[in-house]
């Protein structure tokens, strides 16, 4: 073969391949991807369910799962009205259908479905366009199910008319019932259904057009990490931006509302709620935004170096619940502050000057604002004297200033004085008083009250320690709060919440008596009753070690993550 022969077949396989890739990268395609490409660039909110079929294989695999089924939560499930409502319809679907849930589940639906809302750009309601599509496994049993759904509307008169449209080469049906008109295309695996005719034309043309570049929806998808997520919910803020625009331009209070959550709103790029259901069950919520644009109260959030908060090592690790995480308090206000109509900005600003400045001796914005913080949690754990009030600690960072009179000396002494008014007013209107103690706790003074009328073991508290103003349900709880510890630097996700389900399962059956006789009383039930509720929730909690919340931040992107833990 000579050179020019070699180079003309070359030539000819690249023009070959030049034609056959598009084809080639459409068959790699996931069909969620399939789908995703379909959806119209100005959606407002978009839902995408995924890889039912396997999330639920998983999901029957797991141990927390076949727990579940074989406790008596299970068997109560398994009992009520509502499953056996689901049996019929099931048994219903199937003799007018054909189709059971498990073919339902894995065969049309198990592989992907998408719905797409678009808001309308007028005042009108019927410029809102919704559009359905989906991708089934089985395209004859999916043909077979439409044609079966039509017969029957049709014969019970729900469907006046089924009429083949013909556009750009492809057929799709108008689909006339009484009070409106659908349209949907069918084209083998693919099924879309919308409400008007351009959306279902729009969806042909995407067809026939090779994807060229990657739409934001993807692209906020793909950010968000949802590629083997179950479901995940997508807010465009761009899709609402007109409408929020239209309601800023008056001069009334929500109108300044919304003018100023502008600033923030036109620096979001997209918000992502996902959920998986399999080996842990999560929830995720990630919004994206420009980094640069992001206002100075929010940054924070965005920031890489985001770390946790020092009380992580202050509290218990023992505890039914934790709760810790930091807070710039002066942008926070600034936030609230612009997010105030005027009228009650001033107001508020004149109550917080004329009172607190009174009560501290101190400029709340310049002294008081800018000490409080980081740092803040919350934390609730159980008692040592069983059935005892649960032991609580509320803490709040309180950094040193440079007058002589700390921010968190006046607060203290401010706190005092409240306390001290408060049961005064009590003890002047009621026979059974309420006192006010103080005690020394590690060289620090703490203010207690102290009263019949409260639970056993609760005597609220407060104490200045260690740079934290603390609030406790007693001075017993106040003594747990750790002493300082460096807290090692964490890449990736921070703790902001972390909830014992052993630690509340053991604190209930330790109160299982009390908690019986709530439940009996508050819900007019039979102590035999009360105590199956009781095992009921038991049984719940046993199925999972903690639920635990994280935060992940980089630039432009902060997600929080709700998770379940098995044992």
Not at 40 to 69: A, M, Y
Not at 248 to 258: C, E, H, N, R, Y
Not at 342 to 355: F, H, Q, S, V, Y
Request: charged share 25%.
């Amino acid at each position: 073969m000579n050179l020019r022969m070699r180079a003309s077949l070359v030539s000819l396989l690249a023009a070959l391949a030049t034609l056959a890739l598009p084809g080639i990268v459409q068959a790699q395609a996931s069909p969620r991807e399939r789908l995703l490409r379909l959806v119209p660039t100005n959606t407002g909110v978009c839902l995408v369910v995924s890889d039912l079929r396997e999330h639920w294989r998983k999901t029957q695999d797991t141990r927390w799962f076949k727990t579940l089924i074989d406790s008596p939560v299970g068997a109560a499930l398994a009992r009520a009205p509502e499953f056996g409502k689901l049996v019929r319809l099931e048994q219903d679907f199937k003799k007018h259908f054909g189709v059971d849930a498990a073919q339902l589940r894995d065969e049309i639906l198990g592989d992907a479905v998408v719905f797409a809302y678009t808001p309308a750009q007028s005042q009108r309601s019927e410029d809102e366009a919704g559009l359905l599509l989906l991708w089934a496994r089985d395209s004859p049993l999916l043909a077979k199910l439409v044609e079966r759904l039509n017969k029957a509307q049709k014969a019970s008169g729900e469907v006046t008319e089924l009429a083949t449209v013909e556009y750009a080469g492809k057929s799709y049906v108008r689909r006339v019932e009484r009070n409106k008109t659908h349209y949907y295309l069918l084209l083998g695996n693919l099924l879309a259904v919308a409400g008007h005719e351009k959306s279902i034309r729009d969806v042909i043309d995407a067809l026939d057009r090779e994807p060229s570049s990657v739409s934001p929806l993807q692209r906020s998808l793909r950010r968000a990490g949802t590629e083997s997520a179950l479901a995940a919910l997508w807010l465009n803020p761009r899709a609402f931006d007109a409408d929020l625009r239209g309601k800023a331009k008056g001069t009334d209070p929500q109108s300044q509302v919304i003018n100023a959550f502008l600033k923030y709103w036109q620096a979001l790029d997209g918000i992502v709620l996902s959920a998986s259901l399999a080996a842990l069950p999560e929830i995720r919520l990630s919004v994206q935004a420009r980094a640069n644009d992001v206002p100075e109260a929010l940054r924070a959030l965005f920031a890489r170096d985001y770390q946790a908060s020092e009380l992580w090592q202050r509290f218990p690790s023992k505890s039914m619940l934790r709760i810790a995480g930091k807070i710039d308090v002066p942008a926070a206000v600034e936030m609230v502050r612009e997010l105030t109509p005027d009228p009650a900005r001033e107001a508020i600003g004149n109550m917080l000057r004329k009172t607190l400045a009174a009560t501290l001796g101190l400029d709340p914005a310049k002294d008081v604002l800018p000490r409080l913080g980081p740092d803040w949690g919350i934390c609730v754990a159980a008692a040592d004297e069983a059935g005892a009030f649960p032991h609580v600690i509320v803490a709040l960072g309180i950094q040193p200033g440079p007058k002589p009179v700390s921010a968190g000396a006046a607060l203290f002494k401010s706190a005092q004085f409240f306390a001290r008014w408060a049961a005064l007013q009590h003890n002047l209107a009621n026979k059974e008083p309420i006192d006010v103690k103080t005690a020394q706790q590690d060289a620090n003074e703490v203010l207690y009250l102290e009263s019949r009328l409260f639970p056993a073991g609760m005597r609220p508290a407060l104490k200045l320690a260690d740079g934290y103003l603390l609030l406790g349900s007693s001075p017993e709880a106040l003594a747990r709060f750790q002493p300082g510890q460096k807290v090692p630097a964490m890449s990736g996700a921070v703790p902001l919440l972390h909830l014992s389900m052993a630690e509340i399962s053991a604190w209930l059956q330790g109160r299982r008596d009390k908690v019986v006789s709530f439940l009996q009383e508050k819900n007019q039930l039979s102590p035999a009753t009360a105590g199956q509720w009781l095992d009921g929730l038991l049984a719940g909690l046993g199925l999972f070690d903690n639920l635990t919340l994280a935060q992940r931040s980089d630039a432009g992107q902060v997600t929080w993550i709700l998770r379940l833990r098995e044992k």
